[in-house]
């Protein structure tokens, strides 16, 4: 049953139109000036329609983590910020670096209202199940100590994963992010790098060294983007994360990234941890942040810090080039039919009692934001609708290489 979106703005090439969307099955069937008939029709009011957010970097615990969060919790998390595709990280229990724990958690996943992919882990020694796992999105491996005992210190592993993989996620930090870099230049391998959650000036600088830039793709966290070290002395472990919270000369030499292009990528790192977790001694690092990167974003564009285009390209369609990931973060007929409906307008507060991660909490409760999702589309399916959550199944994406 076709469904109609009238009354959308949407930006092509940085100019703004006024559309009707035609939504047939899980696919933008039209986007026109016209009113096909439809069976549902929705006024989006001129409200911004945008492709749904793609974020490479979600922990959803699951499996054998599920008190801090599991699909079903995580993924209406994100369709509350509008991401309507995620990728999850390896570091669950047991970690995803076998192709039966792999198998395992597509299982698990089918849950997810929003659609899903995985990142596999890498190990010193499972480069075997690295070459037999089926439709991945990428080789998550990690150079530092993080949450999961999963770090690979030899530098002849990494060379020897770096080669089997198309493209590999690394965890590092500081001279880690050089180091990983130098063994694809001095062992010339071609294959593609993606840095996660850079988070300083000098990780910038090393990842986006001229010769290979091409090769490696940067990430940043809203943690890194819209906090900095002084947040820690308020929050205290609540704003503790790996990497760490860094200066301000840091923090806006990430800004000045976004502005120059150096970064690709946009993702929450989504990590819930309990409460009571994180009021412990020996509290684990990490910090959700699925239903504000939106938020957060559109006030930054609201403070005239970062234009729609390139919240799109950062949050969607870089994700999609980078992992190839097949007919998303686009709004073309066609494509599927993943949106978010923006209101740029909405001024509201971050709330822990409002979030639906199973950790509810957030850095960020309490801060005003200007500029709010107000409904997701997943599939064709309205599966957030302010403030309502549809339990409608999604898929696990796939990948053109
Ligand atoms: C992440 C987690 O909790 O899984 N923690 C974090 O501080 N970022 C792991 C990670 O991404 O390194
Ligand atoms: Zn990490
Ligand atoms: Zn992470």
Redesign the pocket.
């Known amino acids: 049953m076709p469904l109609l979106l009238k009354n959308c703005r949407i930006l092509v090439n940085d100019k703004v139109y006024s559309k009707n969307i035609l939504v047939k099955k899980d696919k933008i069937s039209k986007i026109t000036n016209k009113e096909p008939k439809a069976d549902g029709i929705i006024d989006v009011n001129n409200n911004f329609v945008l492709p749904g957010l793609i974020d490479v970097?979600v922990?959803m615990r699951e499996p054998g983590l599920t008190h801090k969060e599991d699909f079903l919790t995580g993924s209406m998390a994100a369709a509350k910020g509008g991401i309507t595709t995620i990728l999850d990280?390896p570091?669950t229990i047991p970690p995803t670096t076998t192709v039966a724990a792999l198998e395992e958690k597509r299982k698990l996943a089918s849950k997810s209202v929003v659609n899903y992919g995985f990142n596999f882990g890498a190990t010193l020694n499972n480069l075997s199940d690295i070459k037999k796992a089926k439709n991945i999105a990428s080789v998550k491996l990690?150079m530092d100590a993080?949450?999961?005992a999963m770090k690979v210190e030899d530098f002849d592993s990494i060379t020897d994963i770096f080669r089997a993989s198309k493209l590999t996620i690394i965890?590092a930090e500081d001279m880690n992010v050089k180091a990983a870099i130098d063994i694809l230049i001095k062992n010339k391998i071609k294959n593609k790098l993606h840095v996660?959650?850079v988070s300083s000036a000098k990780e910038l600088q090393y990842a986006k060294q001229n010769s290979i830039k091409k090769q490696v793709s940067v990430e940043v966290t809203p943690n890194h983007l819209f906090m900095n070290e002084k947040y820690i002395q308020t929050l205290g472990a609540f704003a503790e994360?790996?990497p760490r919270l860094k200066t301000e000369h840091d923090q806006k030499a990430l800004w000045d990234g976004i502005k120059n292009g150096e970064v690709d990528i946009i993702a929450t790192?989504h990590?819930p941890?309990l409460r009571e977790e994180k009021e412990q001694a020996n509290y684990?690092?990490?910090v959700p942040g699925l239903e504000t990167m939106l938020p957060l974003l559109l006030d930054a564009f609201n403070q005239n810090n970062i234009t729609l285009q390139k919240i799109m390209q950062l949050c969607c369609e870089n994700p999609a080039k980078i992992f190839k990931i097949k007919n998303k973060g686009f709004l073309k007929e066609g494509y599927d039919a993943d949106l978010v409906i923006a209101d740029l307008d909405k001024r509201q507060a971050v709330r822990n009692e409002d979030l639906l991660t199973k950790c509810r909490w957030s850095p960020f409760d309490g801060k005003i934001l200007k500029g709010w999702p107000v409904m997701t589309i997943v599939n064709g399916n309205v599966v957030y609708d302010n403030g309502q959550i549809n339990d409608v199944k999604a898929k696990e994406v796939q990948y053109g290489r």
């Open positions: 970097h922990h990280m570091n990690y993080t949450t999961g965890h996660a959650h994360m790996k790192d990590a941890h684990p690092f990490g």
